[in-house]
């Protein structure tokens, strides 16, 4: 329902009417002016050509100083959706099994099925914060477990995994054999502190991106940092399907690192400063919802709540949200991403509370 | 060993040594001007957004009405080696098998043996001028062949198929119910004239790039045109792997094909001019070699040579070249494109001619 609403959404927009998109994380802000002329620069330098699968030795390197790992183990790539169906496709094709927390983000699942995998649910609630079980993880792993995929922040619930959850959930993982494969593509604009997979261990794989931390969603850039077999096995299935991403794309992406701390304060103050607005909003509405703890989402639950039917007439209305069964088995639940502008937040939020009354 | 070789000399160049890359289909000629204006407006536009997991329906209709489809038979895709990744990736995962003629580019048979597909080569020969024997592709066909894979003009042989040769091998491939991948990338600046697959049936498979003819590489674009039906799964398959090519450099591709012919010309012109100039110290060293019909590439041949041995003391010389293994049995083969400045040609063309003798 993700893509299909977004489809739709786009569909009714080519077509003149104004819709409000709260259904997808693309962030409104412009991809900052000094990202776009360095891209513009390495274009006319004729950074325009072949070059290596892995990524360019200078991003590897200054990605590798960020996470205190070698160059060898960071692998570029068009966005961290790649890097998750690459690794699912080399890892999981002979019906091993994946356990996913849920709510989850579509595109596991979606890339799971693709590939062959068993999925193996972990259902968290919001009456326990989103708590995601230990003693239920596992139950969960058998011998034909291959990967944990941990979400962190998550997406669409904006819960950061505490540290202490974080060390119980590797140091099962590691006493029974699996890989933890951490999608932490919010982490860098995160409301509270998020560790990082690579700060407890070496052994398992980070995804991350340069999308949402610097409004560059669509130029297609986010790495993934593994052990080296596991690096090798990626280039070489790069080097046959994409050969690698745009040079002067890798360009801009390295500015956006000299940039980051500045570039990322100010994108997390302003979803800071809006997620106090909804939070204000729902709570006045009476709805259910946890405190977010990164940018973004927005994941509230009504009692009896059909949110497929919601979001349908939503639209309707102008307004796209995405239906918490997009997710999940979370029918009364659903998301909104506050990735619009602020003026643009109150009247959607107003239109969703008097839809739910 | 195509990428061995290329990753060897991209490696050796950040070393300071002066190679002549004689090894990838690389056009020298820089993305011209305008297209890089293009994609810069786009970008300070805005264009950076998640958009259409198909391709921007601006782009999708002019390419529709070049090659007479629907734009829903349109798929816009990150280069054509992912095209034919999805693709093989979707018809081929139990184990069903593709035809090949050899020698064919590398990334067929990597890419069939990744998605676990069998693979039956049809090999052609120089001394028959390159011609498919149809009989023997008769011969290779059988319940579980899927797809056929035809490179026209191929890679390495510059060779293009023939009208009739093309009808006879349509008429085959309908007669036995398998599908024909048409990959064309070199067809626009090819020096004779290409039948396109979609000329002669709809029913096939057309691939073709924005690479070659207006010196993209590196931008990574490319399309194929399908049925309806596999181009929806093919979307879908975007939608979870990479969301959609930049929309920037879908804006460029745009302004290439508003100056195809232009650019076109003048690119075939180029090559031509170095193939005439190959040709004519290829004859006086009395190497056997067949008259390129499209840009890029010679694949002549020396009775007893090792071409990977070759490969590798050229290397040292300042001259990359692919050894004829990289494409199949022909190791007696090796291969040249002439992506390089006019002037750096006959140095390294005397190199190779000198260490043959």
Chains 1, 2 share one sequence.
Not at 63 to 88: R, T
Not at 118 to 126: A, H, K, Q
Not at 225 to 243: E, S
Not at 310 to 315: C, P, S
Request: hydrophobic letters at 40%.
């Amino acid at each position: 329902m993700l893509y299909e609403i977004n489809e739709k959404a786009l569909e009714l927009e080519s077509r003149g009417k104004k819709i409000i998109k709260l259904n997808v994380g693309d962030p409104d802000q412009s991809t900052p002016h000094e990202i776009i002329e360095t891209a513009y620069e390495a274009m006319k330098r004729g950074e325009t050509k072949y070059s290596f699968a892995a990524g360019e030795p200078w991003l590897r390197e200054d990605l590798a100083n960020i996470h205190c790992v070698s160059p060898e183990n960071v692998v570029i790539m068009p966005g961290s959706k790649w890097a998750i169906f690459l690794i699912m496709y080399l890892l999981m094709k002979n019906g091993e099994n994946v356990v996913i927390p849920s709510p989850h983000w579509t595109s596991y699942e979606l890339i799971a099925k693709s590939v062959g995998a068993e999925i193996r649910f972990l259902r968290t609630e919001i009456d326990s914060n989103w708590q995601i079980d230990t003693e239920k993880l596992e139950e969960l792993i058998d011998k034909r477990t291959r990967l944990l995929i941990l979400n962190n922040p998550n997406n669409p619930t904006s819960k950061v995994v505490d540290k202490k959850a974080l060390e119980k959930i590797v140091e099962i993982a590691d006493a029974r054999g699996i890989t933890i494969l951490s999608d932490e593509v919010y982490a860098n604009i995160s409301f509270v502190k998020v560790e990082s997979i690579l700060g407890l261990s070496h052994k398992h794989i980070l995804i991350n991106s340069f999308s949402k931390t610097f409004g560059m969603t669509g130029w297609r850039i986010g790495y993934t940092i593994v052990q080296k077999g596991l690096a090798d096995r990626l280039v070489k299935l790069q080097q046959i399907t994409l050969t690698n991403v745009p040079v002067f794309i890798q360009r801009a992406a390295s500015k956006a690192l000299e940039n980051m701390n500045e570039l990322a304060n100010k994108m997390r103050e302003d979803y800071k400063r809006r997620a106090d607005l909804a939070s204000k909003i729902f709570s006045a509405a009476r709805l259910k919802f946890t405190e977010p703890e990164a940018p973004f989402y927005f994941f509230p639950k009504c009692i009896n709540l059909d949110s497929e039917k919601l979001a349908l007439d939503l639209l309707d209305k102008g307004v796209a949200i995405t239906p918490g069964t997009a997710f999940g088995q979370y029918r009364e639940h659903f998301r909104i991403a506050l990735t619009v502008p602020d003026e643009e937040i109150k009247p959607a939020l107003n239109i969703i509370c008097e839809a739910l009354e």
